[in-house]
């Protein structure tokens, strides 16, 4: 019998998860079915329960939908309660259990695609938004030697701080970013968690933070050479890379944890990767 999964949001047109899990299922010879379904604003315990009782098994959750899934949510991994938000649902029975993907991803696009440990290494997160909260729990637990986290409004950027602060045994702090101009540090690892490249914008950010051959990590993914990464380049980054990976990679995670199954991830970044020219 064929087991129903769904991707869930407010756009959905662009999504890539029904390829990814449908490339997914034919690598690990997983009978599954995998649809978007755009979720209607204000109605996503309806829309989410409506899948549910049909027989859906599980569901990606993105934008907008990841608090309201936390609070939809029966039973909540660590990750999920550390980082506030939901972006991957399992319905067993009565229990809905959710899972946050989006840091593990991150970390393993990183340190396991990329090759970059992170252990050990100072590394500057821009933003305090939700990207950046879902990344902050598999961050500390590579052990860094430093992460500072910088944000227009200093004041999430403290809270993240205190929140996560007993996962830290390295250097572990925040500044606004007219505060990180008297920062003398530079850093190993430099990652665009903000919606500024949505926007086709830059964050707030000078050159001086890129150590040179560092890697320049960008959230957003098939924008191409981003103003961010267009900066990094310009400041001697050895490596750049978008949110390709991430993506590919929380899709695996969600998925051997619906199927108890690991699938390849390498061949599906390959495919969807864009040029970053």
Excluded at 188 to 197: C, G, K, R, Y
Excluded at 217 to 224: D, F, R, S, T
Aim: net charge negative; charged share 20%; glycine share 12%.
């Amino acid at each position: 019998m064929t087991d129903s999964y769904a991707v869930i949001g407010n756009p959905i047109g662009h999504t890539k998860s029904p390829l990814i899990h449908s490339t997914f299922a034919r690598q690990t010879g997983q009978d599954i079915e995998y649809v978007a379904i755009e979720g209607r604003t204000g109605g996503f315990r309806e829309d989410a329960e409506t899948f549910r009782q049909a027989g859906g098994r599980g569901m990606n959750v993105t934008a907008p939908f990841k608090l309201d899934a936390f609070a939809y949510a029966t039973d909540l991994s660590e990750r999920a309660q550390m980082a506030g938000a939901v972006n991957a649902l399992k319905f067993d029975g009565e229990h809905i259990h959710a899972e946050n993907f989006d840091g593990i991803g991150l970390v393993r696009d990183i340190v396991h695609n990329l090759g970059c440990p992170m252990q050990g290494k100072r590394v500057l997160l821009l933003g305090a938004g939700g990207a950046a909260r879902g990344a902050l729990l598999p961050f500390l637990r590579q052990k860094p030697a430093q992460l500072l986290v910088v944000n227009r409004t200093l004041s999430k950027a403290q809270t993240l701080v205190e929140q996560f602060k007993d996962y830290a045994e390295g250097d572990f702090s925040c500044c606004s970013y007219p505060e990180l101009g008297d920062v003398s540090e530079r850093f190993d690892l430099v990652i665009n968690a903000t919606s500024a490249s949505l926007r086709g914008e830059l964050p707030p950010v000078h050159t001086g933070v890129f150590a040179p051959g560092c890697l320049a990590y960008e959230l957003a993914y098939g924008k191409g050479l981003t103003p961010f990464l267009k900066l990094a380049q310009g400041a001697g980054a050895g490596w750049l890379a978008d949110g390709v990976g991430m993506l590919v990679e929380q899709a695996a995670e969600a998925f051997e944890w619906w199927r108890g199954v690991r699938p390849e991830t390498a061949t599906v970044i390959k495919s969807l990767t864009v040029p970053l020219t």
